[in-house]
Structures are given as structure tokens and as C-alpha cells.
């Protein structure tokens, strides 16, 4: 099973507060997850990434906690801003080709 | 650098007509691959490659074709072009060696088929 689950599909959060999106997996075969970041007309970008030994991984104001046993990653957005608004995708990797597999995408808008 | 670079940005085609939607990338990257991004799914991969002269189906293949024929090329054909595949369309590269693990995308074709 290939399926990365996604949620939720929108997020409002105030300037200043944490914005919590959540994945979850199947196939413990993935070997790396990144999460994306998407603007309006523009493509995805990396944002951060883990593999699964680690149980955490911190990029200034972004997270990524990992739950290996529970097949389920989130990422945390601290001190949210406007600028933060936009579409994440978490995917998770898989195969030689290092072929991804993406969430259905969590619009998250932070109001000023 | 250039990066990914996806010709063109947008494309109205009628049913039934055929086109080929452009991608290439300047970074040296064996990985290329090509995503259908549709709302509340996500991105949906169609085909990628592993290299020159090397494709393969992702999860949605079916009314499209690619090939190969240099590193930095990946051309993406609609045969006969349907409803159904109104869509934005991402061409991605990676690099398979080394620590390179990052996928770059290009800023995407809105196609609408009418």
C-alpha cells in the first residue's frame, strides 16, 4: 500500500500560534519523508525532511516529529505568520528510483 | 541555474487533440518525473525515469507517454487529449547518487481540455 493519509485539509491559525499538520502510512518499506511547501502558481519546494531513525527534526520554526511504531509523521509550524500561508504536502519515498507519494495537501492560511 | 523549466504554463487543447508538454533540467539529475496535481489529491505520479532511454508508470499512466532520449529532457505526450485530464502538471528531478535526495519541481503546465 502506497497511500500517504493527509489531514486536515485546511487549517486556519492566528499570527503567532502553532499549526499542526498530520500524515499517516502503511508501508514501512518508505524510507524518507519530506514535507513540501506550495505557493499559488507556483511548484512545490522542499521545506524539511526525516528519515525514520530519528524521532525529531527541527529547522528553525519548523518540525518534524516522527512516530515510527504508530506509522505517523506531523509537521509543526511555530509562531505561524501570514507568510507561512500556503499548501503543504507531507510524501513519504519508496524503491530504488526514490519514487514519492504525496498527502492530498493541507491549505493552511494564517490570519494576521 | 535554470533548475527544472516546464514549457508551457498554460495550454487549452479540444478533446481529442494531442500535445506534449516540455521539461528540462540543468542540474544533471538521472531521476525525472512528471505529477498530475489535482485538488484534495494531492500530486499523482504519471511516469518517471531513471535515466536515458529508462521509463517506467507511476500511478496514473494511462492516456499519456514519455521517453528519454537525454539526461536533461523529459517531454510528457497527451495522445488524445480528454476532460478528464484537466490538470496542472509538475515535472520534478532528483539526483540518485550520492547524499541528493531532494526533488525539484518546476512551476508547472495548467492544462484545461474543453
Known amino acids: 500500500q502506497q497511500q500517504v493519509k493527509q489531514s486536515p485539509q485546511s487549517l486556519i491559525v492566528q499570527k503567532g500560534g502553532i499549526s499542526i499538520i498530520n500524515c499517516a502510512y502503511e508501508n514501512t518499506a518508505f524510507d524518507y519523508f519530506p514535507w513540501y511547501q506550495q505557493f499559488p502558481g507556483k511548484g512545490p519546494a522542499l521545506l524539511i525532511a526525516i528519515r525514520p531513525d530519528v524521532s525529531e527534526k527541527k529547522e528553525g520554526r519548523f518540525t518534524i516529529s516522527f512516530n515510527k511504531s504508530a506509522k505517523q509523521f506531523s509537521l509543526h509550524i511555530m509562531d505561524s505568520q501570514p507568510g507561512d500561508s500556503a499548501t503543504y504536502f507531507c510524501?513519504?519515498?519508496?524503491?530504488?528510483?526514490?519514487?514519492?507519494?504525496f498527502g492530498s495537501g493541507t491549505q493552511l492560511t494564517v490570519l494576521p | 541555474n535554470a533548475g527544472v523549466t516546464q514549457t508551457p504554463k498554460f495550454q487549452v487543447l479540444k478533446t481529442g487533440q494531442s500535445m506534449t508538454l516540455q521539461c528540462a533540467q540543468d542540474m544533471n539529475h538521472e531521476y525525472m518525473s512528471w505529477y498530475r496535481q489535482d485538488p484534495g489529491m494531492g500530486l499523482r505520479l504519471i511516469h518517471y525515469s531513471v535515466g536515458a532511454g529508462i521509463t517506467d508508470q507511476g500511478e496514473v499512466p494511462n492516456g499519456y507517454n514519455v521517453s528519454r532520449s537525454t539526461t536533461e529532457d523529459f517531454p510528457l505526450r497527451l495522445l488524445s487529449a480528454a476532460p478528464s485530464q484537466t490538470s496542472v502538471y509538475f515535472c520534478?528531478?532528483?539526483?540518485?547518487?550520492?547524499?541528493?535526495?531532494?526533488?525539484?519541481f518546476g512551476q508547472g503546465t495548467r492544462l484545461t481540455v474543453v
Open positions: 510524501a513519504a519515498r519508496y524503491g530504488s528510483a526514490r519514487q514519492l507519494t
Open positions: 520534478a528531478s532528483s539526483s540518485l547518487t550520492g547524499g541528493g535526495t531532494e526533488a525539484f
